[in-house]
């Protein structure tokens, strides 16, 4: 600023310190400073210039990073306002351009905003479409493959989502939200009733098997005295157990701890009584080992009535011996039985060679197979002699045959 003049670039201050800017090719009247100094009076008008200039300034930038939020539109035409005669010092046409600028910037960030904001609506009723969809395939769901406690967890699940996306998501529309709401709470109600109808149904099922249950346990804990002998009532017993339904698992799982409980007793006395018992045939068990061995030589006998006398002897002895412990009885009858079948193969090949029937039959069916040789014999040297090759390998192939008929009769 010129002392002499009191000017500067954009304005100058009279005698009378009126202050004036340049616009164009004249001057307005900005103010008075009649307090102070031409220089003071200047630049306090300078100092307005740059407040303006300044928020020009900071909404350019928000724009350019992408931060304005719908107020742009507001600060820009506020701006306008305030620059149609403002009360500054400065390049105040500049200042114009620049703002005029912003209004077009201004212009396309809020149709991207609004696109934006769109776009983030349209997720958000999206997202709570497949919440409500998921809810409804929940309730939908037949009782019999329900299974309650994920499916109430899912629900949980789905209405902490709902609040979620109703708290920080997007506004939506008010009648869709409601709609969707809708929805979703008629999904739910249905999967409420349905499994309280579920749980009452249980807990009667639950009681009626329940009582059922007690009365077979009272019946079996009562078999007790009996012992061994309560058995077949316990099984029979058993049978009504399985008839009589299934409770929840773990009330089901604590009825048959009873009853198992009450078949253990008998059992234990079974398992006693069968221990008495092994203990006492485990000197026959010993014995008829002993007599096995001694007999295992039969085996190798080739004289029927002979194997036959030995083996008498043995099944004699094997009875006075007496019973074994049950679980040695397979593997020591076994060996017995081992022997019993090699003597009565001798037994049935002596009566095949010596049952007069069959020897007779026998006899008759060689004489005329050796008759039919015979005649097969002299019709193939007759074919040989002739020199008739069909005739002479048809009688070979039948004399080959009849002769193994008769190796196949034996001596």
Do not use: C
Not at 168 to 184: C, E, H, M, T, V
């Amino acid at each position: 600023m010129s002392a002499a003049s009191n000017e500067s670039s954009w304005g100058r201050v009279d005698d009378e310190r009126t202050v004036y800017v340049r616009e164009g090719d004249g001057e307005r009247v900005v103010g008075s400073f009649p307090d102070g100094t031409p220089e003071e009076a200047l630049a306090y008008f300078t100092r307005k210039f740059a407040d303006l200039e300044g928020q020009v300034t900071l909404l350019e930038a928000r724009i350019a990073r992408g931060t304005a939020d719908a107020s742009a539109a507001d600060t820009v035409a506020k701006l306008r306002e305030q620059l149609v005669e403002p009360a500054a010092v400065g390049d105040i046409a500049a200042l114009r351009e620049r703002v005029e600028k912003l209004a077009g910037k201004t212009a396309e960030l809020s149709e991207k905003q609004q696109a934006e904001r769109e776009a983030a609506r349209q997720e958000a009723v999206a997202k709570r479409e497949a919440i409500v969809a998921e809810a409804e395939r929940l309730a939908a769901q037949p009782e019999a493959s329900i299974r309650w406690k994920d499916t109430s967890l899912a629900f949980e699940q789905l209405f902490a989502d709902w609040q979620s996306a109703q708290r920080s998501g997007p506004q939506i529309p008010k009648s869709q939200a409601d709609a969707l709401w809708k929805r979703f709470r008629s999904a739910r109600q249905t999967f409420d009733s349905a499994r309280r109808a579920h749980f009452a149904q249980m807990d009667a099922n639950n009681k009626e098997v329940r009582q059922r249950k007690e009365r077979i346990i009272a019946a079996a804990e009562a078999l007790a005295p009996r012992g061994i002998d309560g058995i077949p009532a316990y099984r029979a017993l058993l049978d009504e157990w399985k008839a009589a339904g299934r409770a929840s698992r773990k009330l089901d799982d604590q009825l048959w701890a009873r009853f198992k409980a009450a078949g253990d007793v008998l059992y234990e006395a079974k398992a006693a009584e069968v221990a008495q018992t092994n203990e006492e045939y485990a000197a026959n068990l010993t014995a008829k080992q002993a007599l096995l061995d001694e007999a295992e030589p039969i085996l190798s006998v080739d004289d029927h009535a002979s194997a036959r006398k030995q083996l008498t002897e043995v099944q004699l002895r094997w009875d006075e011996i007496g019973r074994v412990p049950r679980e040695a009885l397979r593997e020591i009858e076994s060996r017995l039985r081992k022997i019993e079948d090699h003597v009565k193969r001798l037994e049935d090949e002596h009566w095949r060679k010596t049952n007069p029937e069959t020897k007779a039959r026998s006899e008759g069916l060689r004489g005329q197979l050796e008759a039919s040789i015979a005649e097969l014999e002299e019709q193939l040297a007759a074919a040989r002699a002739a020199g008739d090759a069909g005739a002479q390998a048809e009688a070979e192939e039948k004399l080959a045959a009849q002769r193994s008929w008769l190796a196949a009769i034996g001596d």
